[in-house]
């Protein structure tokens, strides 16, 4: 089945403990994308890749690292994680030509207290 | 500055027809894309347009006009299971490297 699954998807912890998300797609996509989602805020984009080793920054990237070694992995990392990080927060992948229909995670909800 | 425009809500009942609009004001413009997400759940891809006009799937058409920098879903023969939230997203630049999404619209349909 192809999907892009999230690990993990629910995760409470403490501010400046670093923490990675790991994210990974099975449809060979070049495109790939973390997202964070807040109440009325709407999808706002962290970071991307356009293939591996290539990476640039999105909307809001402060206090956020993420690395592609491997076209089907992108980590999202968290080195010192603070409250205003607690968000829901999503990866997503596509072909390259084709960005606009992007194929999303289920989501991994994150709390830092 | 890059804004998208959407109501935050609307409401409506089983089988109506309802339509969302997006205004959008970027610095790039390459297409618009429209997005359903259930509540927390993983967003899904619905439409695309890149030329002015109407693209219909299904009970879904999306609309584009590039000179008044508008769009619209319009959804039909409404269902419960529409009840979701629902974002235009547009594609910045040829390159296609980020979308921007507006803030959403949740629809919620009744008996």
């Known amino acids: 089945e192809a999907q892009v699954t999230q690990n993990p998807r629910y995760l409470i912890t403490v501010t400046g403990k670093k923490l990675t998300v790991t994210c990974s797609q099975n449809?060979?996509?070049?495109?790939m994308s973390w997202y964070r989602q807040d109440p009325g805020l709407g999808l706002r984009q962290i970071y991307y890749?356009?293939?591996?080793?290539?990476?640039d920054k999105g909307d809001v990237p402060e206090g956020y690292k993420v690395s592609r070694k491997e076209k089907r992995n992108f980590p999202l990392i968290l080195e010192s994680p603070s409250p205003n990080q607690t968000s829901l927060y999503f990866c997503?992948?596509?072909?390259?030509?084709?960005?606009?229909?992007?194929?999303f995670g289920p989501g991994t909800r994150l709390t830092v207290t | 500055g890059q804004s998208l425009e959407q109501p935050s809500e609307v409401t409506a009942v089983e089988g109506a027809i309802v339509q969302i609009n997006c205004t959008y004001q970027?610095?790039?413009?390459?297409?618009l894309s429209w997005y359903q997400q259930h509540d927390g759940g993983a967003p899904t891809f619905l439409s695309y347009?890149?030329?002015?006009g109407l693209e219909e799937t299904g009970r879904f058409s999306s609309f584009l006009s590039r000179s008044d920098s508008y769009g619209y879903l319009l959804l039909q023969e409404l269902q419960m299971k529409d009840s979701a939230s629902y974002f235009c997203?547009?594609?910045?630049?040829?390159?296609?490297?980020?979308?921007?999404f507006g803030k959403g619209t949740t629809l919620s349909v009744s008996s």
């Open positions: 997503a992948s596509s072909p390259r030509d084709r960005v606009y229909e992007q194929y």
């Open positions: 449809m060979n996509h070049e495109y």
């Open positions: 890749s356009m293939n591996v080793e290539v990476t």
């Open positions: 970027t610095s790039g413009f390459y297409g």
């Open positions: 347009n890149a030329l002015d």
């Open positions: 997203a547009v594609r910045e630049n040829q390159a296609g490297t980020a979308l921007i």
